[in-house]
């Protein structure tokens, strides 16, 4: 277990967040100072040396800021994995209810796996996305009008 470590892959659109944001919200949402085993670090994962010199001024302004070290590392982005099925969209798959909705729209779990809504009830799910905030926006994240229909339909379930 100690040969990788956990990561998730954030596909963005930079007209809509830029990269630098992204990484302000990182740094939000978890302890940059907590030392971790290899598998849980703390890492940023650069796609080119532009990702890589705004990681290094953004994860410079958290250390002048806190006063501390950081356990979180910059690190070349070379080859992601996705990890086993059982892995994806983990909160979600605890709701078998919504899990067979999504399955019988999509035609399969790998199918929904990439998909925005999957991501997004992930995150509701989970904690991370209050329920008010999503139904409230819900026109304006990238889904489809059927995808529409079916979170509705899904949010009723949760």
Do not use: C
């Not at 889904?143 to 079916?150: N, S, Y």
Request: proline share 3%; no cysteine; net charge negative.
């Amino acid at each position: 277990m100690g040969d990788h470590t956990e990561v998730v892959e954030v596909v963005f659109d930079p007209e809509r967040i830029s990269y630098e944001e992204l990484l302000h919200r990182f740094f939000a949402w978890h302890n940059p100072h907590r030392a971790m085993p290899r598998q849980y670090r703390s890492v940023i994962l650069a796609a080119d040396e532009e990702q890589w010199a705004v990681a290094e001024r953004v994860l410079d302004h958290y250390q002048r800021q806190s006063g501390g070290p950081m356990a979180t590392v910059i690190e070349q982005l070379d080859t992601f994995y996705v990890a086993e099925d059982y892995h994806q969209k983990f909160y979600l798959q605890n709701r078998r209810d919504v899990v067979a909705l999504l399955d019988a729209f999509y035609g399969s779990r790998q199918a929904w796996f990439v998909t925005r809504l999957a991501g997004q009830l992930n995150a509701i799910v989970g904690g991370e996305l209050p329920l008010e905030e999503f139904q409230a926006s819900i026109t304006e994240r990238g889904l489809t009008d059927e995808e529409i229909q079916l979170a509705l339909e899904i949010v009723d379930l949760l």
